[in-house]
Antibody, heavy 121, light 109 residues
Framework: QVQLQESGPGLVKPSETLSLTCTVS??????????WGWIRQPPGKGLEWIGS???????YYSPSLKSRVTISEDTSRNQFSLKLRSVTAADTGVYYC?????????????WGQGTQVTVSS | QSALTQPPSASGSPGQSVTISCTGT?????????VSWYQQYPGKAPKPIIY???KRPSGVPDRFSGSKSGNTASLTVSGLQPEDEASYYC?????????FGGGTKLTVL
């Protein structure tokens, strides 16, 4: 079955860029059947959708993060990546990647195990 | 798009029923029949338990049910079991934007 795994630095300095990669196994991201997204969870808080990427590189971002986010894909490595610029402490949290069905569905499954990112000097 | 509003906590004794609400707007919950609910245990990734308002994926007990009225969706857990103690998050589609709720911590007394 499809599995997702996040990777990247666990510590990022304020004002720098957070960079994470999601490696997908058991299925191809180069598919018209699914979107591939990033969701984050600040400590003790709820989930926040960051953005998603679709076949051919079409991207969709949360309006609140759009100015700082870039999501890209590397189909040769079956990976997609997140870059979040100018981070502050408010960007600290667990970052998940997940597959989701085509809109208007909001079925996010499966999810990666999540990776903790702390923004601190 | 603002987060969907959920009560921070809910509780019930084993065997009882509990309902968790999720309030949005006509741009998300009220505008689409694409509300999902996710169950999350501490330190684990969320798991979907309800999709398209009231559909259950295979493997999810029928104790879990969903509904929607206007801008408010609800998750009902009937016949509470100890293993239902977890956090629950609602989510709605909102025109190429996906919104989640703040989460409800369900305690089984």
């Amino acid at each position: 079955q499809v599995q997702l795994q996040e990777s990247g630095p666990g510590l990022v300095k304020p004002s720098e860029t957070l960079s994470l990669t999601c490696t997908v196994s058991g299925g191809s991201i180069d598919s018209r059947s699914y979107y591939w997204g990033w969701i984050r969870q600040p400590p003790g808080k709820g989930l926040e959708w960051i953005g998603s990427i679709y076949y051919g590189g079409s991207t969709y971002y949360s309006p609140s993060l759009k100015s700082r986010v870039t999501i890209s894909e590397d189909t040769s490595r079956n990976q997609f990546s997140l870059k979040l610029r100018s981070v502050t402490a408010a960007d600290t949290g667990v970052y998940y990647c997940a597959r989701h069905n085509l809109p208007p569905s909001n079925w996010f499954d499966p999810w990666g195990q999540g990776t903790q990112v702390t923004v601190s000097s | 798009q603002s987060a969907l509003t959920q009560p921070p906590s809910a509780s019930g004794s084993p065997g009882q029923s509990v309902t968790i609400s999720c309030t949005g707007t006509s741009s998300d919950v009220g505008g689409y029949d694409f509300v999902s609910w996710y169950q999350q245990y501490p330190g684990k990734a969320p798991k979907p338990i309800i999709y398209e308002v009231n559909k259950r994926p295979s493997g999810v007990p029928d104790r879990f049910s969903g509904s929607k009225s206007g801008n408010t969706a609800s998750l009902t857990v009937s016949g509470l079991q100890p293993e239902d103690e977890a956090s629950y998050y609602c989510s709605s589609y909102a025109s190429y934007n996906w919104v989640f709720g703040g989460g409800t911590k369900l305690t089984v007394l």
